[in-house]
Structures are given as structure tokens and as C-alpha cells.
């Protein structure tokens, strides 16, 4: 973990650094509250209201004041009756689907659909901006497979302080198939959403102010939060647990795992099911992917566990195995079948270049100009995107509006993970790292309104790291 270039050494941070526990420690955090003990708290699901054959989700996005302390309300911005972060939406392929973002704020915002496979004008960007007291309702056919995706404000220079300041919620897309499966489906029971982010707070109060070297690292935080709470504690049944997975932090890259460092399956990426479970004990997120896994827990009734970022040493929340079972889930060992990667049947190679210097960043040379479209790709062809990080520090790369497949790391088929080659959105670019994607526009040509690509590591998009294509 980055410490603050410019930290200035109060005499409490000079006391614990002589004291010799200042290691980890950072002066933001020093004087807040204790810590509010919670459970995980469960984002509520949203009920839309059928009007025409239209299902309307209402999101009222103000501000609010959360409970992250003892003693201490800290001011946030949420959504509908949350006081942190938002509902969930729960909507089925092939539901008509009118979502109506409310502004209540007094700055303007943008609401995208992270992962839903809309039209350009449905999707957010800052091209549909959402000034104060003004609504915004895309409105669309949900056109996509079962996946956990988000929604999160994408407005030009301000999407990082907007997610920090609490707004982002999950999207869960279910079909046939996911409802098929024998999976643990039971919301907030053994289907567990979680949002995982990392804060700075001051006083109590979420301290959003990076120094030029956070900037460019990515601002992070000392305090690890799970769906607005420090350290929580989950109960649940003793079976198998799913948990829907989303890096929700600024610049964090995550690498996820279990206290007594046992085996979980990943069956879902950000766009959907892998083909089968795939086993690991350890997984990395960077920000903006989502995962699906399911851990095993019948074994273990009465037991306690972590579930830690063993990136920065944090703990998440601790797990309390304090129920038996009140249901069974068996997981397939065939989840759903992918298309063949076909590379030969690419077009052409586009080539994303990352750079930055001084607090600004930019792809192929350029930072995001909202007036220029930088790629015009064409429908229904294969292509080849090729994205390559230069630079001495991580970054990630996410596109708009489809999907993709990740077909090579550092030059070689054989540096993909087995649980990278499902469909994904946001793929990791490490330091001096280079990935090729195979990608094909599948619908919503439009000659004139852009979807995005860009680095997901919010300050670099804030400053510059994001592009524009159109589909024609
Ligand atoms: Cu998660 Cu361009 O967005
Ligand atoms: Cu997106
Ligand atoms: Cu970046």
C-alpha cells in the first residue's frame, strides 16, 4: 500500500511512528470514532412498478448521512431510502425496463449501466449528464445473458469523487439458464451481494483529497468497507454460499481470499457464467470486475472465518457459520457453454497505448476530449483490441457496451487464467503488462453517440485515460 507523498507529520503520527505501530497507519485516520460493529448489511432489492408492460425502477439519488462510527453520522450520497450506495436491481433477460435516476443533488452526475449491453444513448456516459432537480430514464430491453453488473456515476472529471461519496449499486441479470442451475439463489440468505471499497475518512467524514501522487497511483483508502460497513460479520447457513462479487473501490486492485486459505470455485466473470467452476484460493479483482464464487460451508457449522484482501493485509468481514442448512445446492460441473474463441476470424488489430505524466493520462497520446470519437468500429466484425501499459504502475481496461474475451497476456495464450476466459468487461493491465482482446459489436449502431473505453482506475479516468467509439 502507497502512503501520501505530502504527509504531514502531526505530533499523534510522530508519536505512533517513535512508538514503532505507525507502519500501516495513516494520519487521515487517526482521529476518527470507533468503529460501528454491524452486520453485513444487504443492499434492499428494488421493486419496479408495471406500467404498460414496462417495469419502472425509481432512484432518488441525494444526500445522506451513514452510520460508519459509534456516536458519529458521516455525510454521504445514496440512493432511495439507503444512506450508502443503492438498491440492487433484479431484472430478467428480456424484461422492458424504464430506469429513472432522480438528481437531487446540487451538482450534476450521470448514471451508467456498467456491464448492461444498452443503446448509447441509454448508457450514462457523460453525454447524458443529469443536471440538479433534472431525472434522466433510459429505457431498454434487457439484451444480455445472466450477470452481475453495477451502476455507477460516469460524470466528466467527477465519476471518482461521486463513487467515493457512496453512489454505485449492483445490477443482477438472471435467464433460463442461471434460473436452472442449481445454484444458492436465496438473496441476502446464501446469494450474497458484496461491494467491496476502501475509504479515507478525517473526523469521522469521508476525506476525498488526493496529493498529485495519488493521483496518479489511484486513490485508495486505509479503511476497508463491505457494503458500507467496516468489518462486518455475515451469519449464515451451513452449505454452500454464493457470494456476487464487485470491486467497487477507486484504485484498488484486491486479492481476495479465506482466513484458513481454503479452495472456492469462480463460476461467473463480469459478463457470466464460466463454462465450469474453476477453483482457486485466491482471487484478484481490480476495480470495476465482478466475480461470482461459491465457497463450501457445510462443514464448518459453529466455525468463524475471514475473508480478507491479502493485497493490502485488510479484513473484509468475518463469516460466522451460525445456522444449519436449510436447503442443499449442488454445483454442476457444467455451468453454460461459451463460443469458441476464433482469432483467426479477426479483422483487424486496434492498438491502446497507456501513458501519463504530472497528473494527466491519456491513450494512443491523446486524453478524453467528450468532442472526438476516436474509433469508428463496424458491426458485426471481429476485431482485435491490443491494450499496453507502458508505465511503471497498474492500470485496467474497460469498454462500454459489449463484451469481450481475453485471448493473451504478455504475448502468450498460456498467461490467461482459467478464471479470466469467461466474458469480461474490465480486464487488469499490470505494470509493463500487455493484453489482447477479441471483441465484436453485436448491435445499436449509432454514427454520432459514443460509448467509452477507459482505464477503471477512477482517478486516471477522471484525468484523461478513457477514449470514444462509435458503432456504425
Ligand atoms: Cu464502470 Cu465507463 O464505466
Ligand atoms: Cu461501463
Ligand atoms: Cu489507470
Redesign the pocket.
Known sequence: MHRREFLVFSSVTSLLFVTGCGGNSSSRNSTNPAVKTLALPIPKLLKPTMKNGIQHYDLDIKEAKHTFFEGKLTDTFAINDSSYLGPTLLLQQGDRVSINYKNNLKETITM?G?GMHVPPTMDG?AHQAIAPNQAWSPQYTVNQKACTNWY?P?TMEKTAEQVYQGLAGLIIVEDDESKALDLPKRYGVDDIPLVLQDRYFANGQIDYSPSMREIMHGYTGDTFIANGAIEPTLDVEAKQIRFRILNGSNSSVYELGFSDGRKFKQIATDNGFLEAPVSISRLRLSP?ERAEIVIDLSGDLNQRLEFKDYRHSKTFMTINVSKSATQVTTLANKLTTLDPINVASAVRTRSFVFSGRRGSFQINGKSMDMKRIDERVPLGQTEIWEVKNNMGMDHNF?I?ATHFRLIERDGSTSNVAENEKGYKDVVFVPANGTVKLLIKMIDYTNATVPY?Y?C?FLEHEDRGMMGQFVVV
Request: charged letters at 0%; a neutral charge; glycine letters at 0%.
Open positions: 451508467h456498467h456516459t455507477h460516469h470495476a474497460h462500454h467509452m477507459h477503471h
